[in-house]
């Protein structure tokens, strides 16, 4: 199967999921969200890539943040433009490759940001992967922030809450050498349980918060 034809299976599935407005989908801001503001010092705004039902963003939003939140699902935009409660949140339809333009225009006059991107690295393919981390590091300003959420390789077994869909298992270690090699040094990186539960589920995810040089 073609790069193509995945990503637009990958891309059905997530615009059925969302117009769906499965009331089983987390709608608190996640845990993950909740560890990243805590570590949002001298932070100016925030960029979301992958907001899904934009439950983050909008808590992001709703403590005084500036945000722009990505999604490449039009299901996923429509329903965060519905629900938002906030005017500090844009919400944008854009994959990763596409989203270049729209990220130089919101860093104007910005010193420092946060990236966030929770369960998105796991959720786009290798060669995504390297075109992300590729804009991340020609267009942030350094000192700007990292932060990443993912299941790893050792999570591929267990359970799914939300059933059998495209997920790339991520080597941590290796992630964190890729960062490295991208001009970001590590200031948090961490591999568990007990980070990202949801009801039944207790996923091995890894997290890390990278720095850009």
């Known amino acids: 199967m073609s790069s193509n034809l995945a990503n637009a299976d990958r891309l059905e599935y997530w615009n059925g999921f969302y117009s769906r407005q499965d009331t089983s989908a987390p ?18 705004a925030i960029v979301e890539f992958g907001c899904g039902n ?16 990505f999604d490449a699902s039009s299901e996923a935009i429509a329903l965060c433009q519905r629900r938002t409660k906030s005017t500090q949140v844009r919400y944008l339809l854009s994959n990763a490759q596409g989203s270049t333009e729209y990220l130089q225009d919101f860093l104007q006059g910005k010193n420092r940001i946060a990236v966030y991107a929770r369960f998105f690295l796991h959720a786009i393919d290798a060669e995504v992967q390297k075109t992300f981390f590729d804009m991340l590091e020609n267009s942030l300003p350094a000192g700007s922030l990292v932060f990443l959420e993912y299941r790893t390789k050792e999570d591929e077994t267990g359970e799914k809450k939300f059933g059998q869909h495209y997920r790339r298992y991520i080597d941590h270690d290796a992630l964190i050498d890729t960062l490295q090699g991208a001009g970001f040094s590590i200031a948090y990186q961490i591999q568990g349980r007990g980070f990202a539960k949801y009801r039944d589920e207790d996923a091995l995810v890894g997290r890390c918060v990278a720095v850009k040089g």
Request: glycine content about 12%.
């Open 27 to 44: 709608q608190l801001p996640s845990q993950f969200s909740v560890f990243s503001a805590g570590e949002f010092i001298g932070v100016d």
């Open 54 to 69: 934009g439950r983050d963003s909008e808590f992001f939003a709703l403590n005084g943040y500036q945000v722009l939140a």
